[in-house]
């Protein structure tokens, strides 16, 4: 069977592994339901056949707002099937986001749940687009303007086979957004092939095979599972707050099924290992563990790492929504080699790029670059823009023509290269380092500053449980400037002491001697996808706020 996008995938395990457990889902009462790759197979082609009945094709934009579960895996596999383009919210990123992203995507058709259906006719989403429209909930009887699920699946008819509808992997197959950390979130569009890029990545770089037990925190992600064969454990827990899952419902599940891989977000991983250090917790089954969607502090996975078996380490693997993965590290190396040049403010290293993607750096640009000047790269250790290029490389945002020229730069041959809006450098051993998002930077009398090197330098002291750079303006002009956000049990500490100290550590390095304004925040903004990503200009809008 040629394999032509994701859910050729699950199609291929379904006849290998038809009675294996596909999907466990976690209910709050601390029961699992359980469903196998049999069971997937079947109930995504039952949907896929509804459907198409009810006028969903080949190309066909559907908005999908439903929580993960069973609903949702049957939901997309079956778009994909069908050649579908699914169009992936999340619903934490606020009604005047969710409007702009129904708004630019266009959907044709809108499939959620009772919550999202009643916002959807409140706020009109997608109301010139939307002419289908399907609702998960029994309640979807009493509204006569949308199917239920269920009917649309007992519509049906004949059973759909997956082979009687081709797809090019060109084809666009999904818009996935953005987190919208450093603005609007933005519409990224995926070819089928993407998908199975990232597939391919992930099974190659961590090692991961069939009848592996993934424990999945974040709903995108977990949908790759199936497609390499493993068994998805779905975790009691809101998704648009992972910074505030149980510990103890995660540990439940990892021990319950012997999960080989857990995924979580930094505010997660850190809120577990928290946990599991206090009560002395091990996760002996843990092959690996892999948290992304932003920086993982070294005290962060030390404490993790605790939990785990001998040998099995903490991932941190580095990409973005428009390419993903683009590399990736273990804890062993940050904790024994790369921490303490993160500590000097050097920036925090990312590994070596994984096999299928080339990385390069070019000079800090605002300017769109339509061509590819590979004479324009950087030298090792001096750091610039980060550019990408492989088959995980998406090729545009969704009726975003200005943002993507300016992210887009094309070689000679036509090939995509994707500027990854963050700074950073190669080191001599070919390892990336992460310095900060471009967006973030503080200029100050011709000199930038990056955010992740000066937070580096101030992060190492034990009160602190984060920093972020700043800019305000004093007398007229931008200087950099630092928020602190303290760990709980210093909150109430001698601010004038804590301030001297924290000046004397930045005096001992030359990009951060010259930081003399600090700000203490009480719980830093974050972006709702991951609960990691720092809002730097709202905390510099509310610093400006303090100065006289």
Known sequence: MEITNIATHLSIMAKAQPDNLAITIQKPSGKFTEHSYRQLEEYSNRIAAGLIKNGIKKGTRVALMVQPGWEFFGIVFALFKIGAVLIAIDPGLGIRGLKKCLEESEPQAFIGILKADIARRIFKWGKQTIFIRIMVSPLAKYFSDVLSLNTVIATAGQPFDPASITTDKKEMAAILFTSGSTGIPKGVVYSHANFLAQVDALKSEFNISPGEVD????????????????????????????????????????????????????????????????????????KRVLSAGAPVSPRVLARYERLLAENVQVFTPYGATECLPVASIGSREILTETRKDTDAGKGICVGKPVSSITVHIIPLSNEAIPNWEPASTLKPFVPGEIVVQGPQVTSRYYNRSTETSLAKIYDDKGNILHRMGDTGYLDDKGRLWFCGRKAHCVVHKKQVYYSICCEGVFNVHHKVFRTALIGVKKNGETVPAICVELEDDYYGDNKKLLIKELMEIGNEFEHTKVIKDFFFHPSFPVDIRHNAKIDRHKLAAWAQRRIP
């Open 215 to 286: 424990l999945a925190t974040f709903p995108l992600f977990a949908l790759y599972a199936p497609a390499m064969g493993m068994t998805s454990i779905i975790p009691d827990m809101n998704f648009t707050q992972p910074g505030k899952a149980s510990p103890k419902k995660l540990f439940t599940a990892i021990n319950q099924y012997q999960a080989t891989t857990m995924f979580g977000s930094p505010a997660l991983i850190d809120r577990a290992g928290r946990y599991g250090d206090k009560h002395n917790i091990t996760l002996p089954t843990l």
